[in-house]
DNA sequence: CTATTTCACGCAATCGTTTGCATAACGCAC
DNA sequence: GTGCGTTATGCAAACGATTGCGTGAAATAG
C-alpha cells in the first residue's frame, strides 16, 4: 500500500548490492555474476518492478512518443487516420500523444509547443484549415524533431509528406461517368482556398479535352460546405440548360446533402441524374439511393504510412540527413463504384 | 543550427550567474534582483529557452499526462468520447496519451503497463469486450494512479465509472411505441453477457408490467452484431404470430441491418413495423427511411464527463480518499424522434 | 566605526537510471 | 610468495530542473 513504485534502488538495498549491479542484472550484463543477476531478476519481479520511463527518457534523450495533431477527432477521417497512426506507432512500441488544432492556429501552435517540451522524438500533422505559416514547425526540425504532415499539407516542398492524390481517382470518377454516356457533367467543389478544389477542376477539364468534349465551366460551382450552400451550388446547377446528368461532388457528406435536395426537385436518383463522390464512408451502403461511385481516400491507410515514414525518420536521425530530400508519398484514390445502374 | 534545445545551464553559463539563479530569475523568485532577472529573462527569450519538461516531470513525479485506453479509435462512439476527453484535458494543460485495446485483454493490460511505466498521472478506460479481470487497474490504484471507466465500466462497485443508463432512455423509448400504439414490441439486444442487454430486458419488461401489456419472452432476442447474426434475429421475431409492430435495437448500426432485412421481406417500414435503437448516428439524417427515433448517448459528454472527474480525482491526491468511495456518474440517455409518422 | 539585518546569489542534494572506469577478490602459473 | 589476468562488483558522473540552506557583501542601525 506505498504509494512509491519499487526502484533500482530498493532492490539494491534490500539485496546489498551496488545501484550499478542491479541495473547491469536486470539487463543481462556479462559481467554480472550468475547467483547475483538470479537474485536481483528474482526480487524485481517479486517486487514487480518496473523501470521509471521518466527517469530513462529524460537520460536517454529519447522518449518513445510521438505526437499527432489533427483538426478533430469528430470527423471521420482523421479518427481512421489516427487509427492507423496508433497501429504503427504500437508495433513499434512508441506512444501516441494527440491534440487537436480545432482549426485554430493559435491552438495549432500551442500544442506543438507543448508537445516539444515533452520532448516527443516524432510529429505527425494534419494542418488546420488556417494555417498559413510553418515556423512552429520548422523550429522542430532544428532540434531534429521529424515532422511528416499528412492529407492537409503544406504548400512548401520544404516538408516530408503524405497525402492522397485525388487526380487520378477523379479521373477514374468522370471517365466512368462518360463511359455510363453522360455528357454533361457537374462539379461541387470545397471552398476556392482548397487546393484539391484547384486540382478537381484542372483534371475535370483535362480529362473532357482529352475525351474531346465540351467544357462548360458553368457547370463547376462550389460550396460552403454548408447544407443551405450546397442546395444553392444545386440550384444553379440544375438551373443550366441542358441540365447536368451527372455531378461529381466534393465528399459524401456533401453529397447526401445535394442527393437530399435533388429529390426533393423530384428527380430520379442514378436515372435523371447521377452523382458521385469522394471518402466512402461506410454509410452508403445503407443507404438507399447512395452516389452512384465514390472515391476512397484510404484514411487507414494515410495514417499508417505517415506513421511508417516518421519511425524511418526517426531511425535516421544519427545520419545526417541531406538536405533538400525530403519525403513526398501519394497515395492514389480509387473509385468505388456503388451502384451499376 | 545546433541539434540541442538551449537549457537553463546554458543560460548561467553565458551569463556566468549560478543554475538555481537562472532557474529562480524564470520563476520570477522575490530573492533575485531586478537586473539579473532582467537579464535571464532577455537571454531566455533570445535562446527561445523552454523548460525540458521531461527533467520537470521526472523531478516532480508528475506527467501532466493522462492516458486513454479503450477499444477502437475507430468507432463513432469513441472518437467522440476521445474528442470529450482532449477538450477538458487541454483546458486542464493534461496531454492525452492514447491506446487502442483493439478488444484484446492482453493489449489491453500491455497498454495499461506501458502507460504506468510512463508515469500518468491518471488513467480513463473503456474496457474491452473481453475484459473480466481487473488487477491491471488496481495495480494502479495501489500507485496513486487515479482511473475512470466510461462506458464499458466494470461491474465491481470499487472503481469510480461514468456510463450512461439506458434506462430512462429504454423506458422512454418503448412508452414512445405504446402510445403510438404498438402492442407487441420485439427486442434485438446484443451479446448475453452485456451488462447493457440484461438492463435492456429489465427495463422493457418493467414497463410492460407498468402498462398492463401482455409480456412475450419471445420477442427478446439478440444478435452477435454481424449483419448474418441480425438477420437471424429478425428472422426469428418476424416468425412469431402475432408479428412485431415495432423493435427496439441495441444500435442504430444493427438497426440498419434490420430494416435492411425487413425491406427484402417487403415490409414498410415505419407502417408495417417500426424501428428504435440507440446511438443517434448523424447519418440517420439522411436515410430515407431511419428508425423511427433513437436514444442518444452523448459519447462527447461522458468523455468529457470523465476526463473531468478524473481531474478532480488528480486534484485530489494529497487528501487520503476516504477507501470505498467510489464516484458513479451516470448521464441519462435521451430519446431523440426522428420520424413522427 | 562596528554590529546587525537584508539582499542577492551560490552550493549541493535530489529525482531513477545508465555507463565508463576503477578496484577488490580470486585463481593460477611460476 | 610474488606477479598477472580474470571475474564480479562498486564509484561517480551525467541527464535538466528545483529548492532548502548557507554565505558574502551591501545597507542600515546604533
Known sequence: MKDKLP???EIARQLNVSISTVSRALHDHPGIGLRTKMRVQQLARQLEYEPNQTAIFFKQRKTFTIGVVLPNLGEEFFSQAINGIEEIATQNKYSVLIGQSKDDVARERQIVTTM???RIDGLIVSLSKNTTTYDHFTAL???NIPVVFFDRVPTSPDFNKVYSNMNSGTREAIEFLIDKGHRRIGVINGPDQMRSSRERTETYKQVL????????LRLVTSTDLTKEGTQRAMQHLLS???KPTAILVINDYIALDAIQYAKQQKLKINKDICFVSYANLPITHYLETPPMASVEQFPYKQGAKAAEVLMQLMANDNKKEEPGSFLNIVINGQLIVHSRR
Open 7 to 9: 526502484t533500482i534502488k
Open 116 to 118: 516539444k517540451n515533452n
Open 141 to 143: 526540425k532544428k532540434f
Open 209 to 216: 479535352i482529352a475525351r474531346r468534349l465540351k467544357i462548360d
Open 240 to 242: 443550366q440548360r441542358p
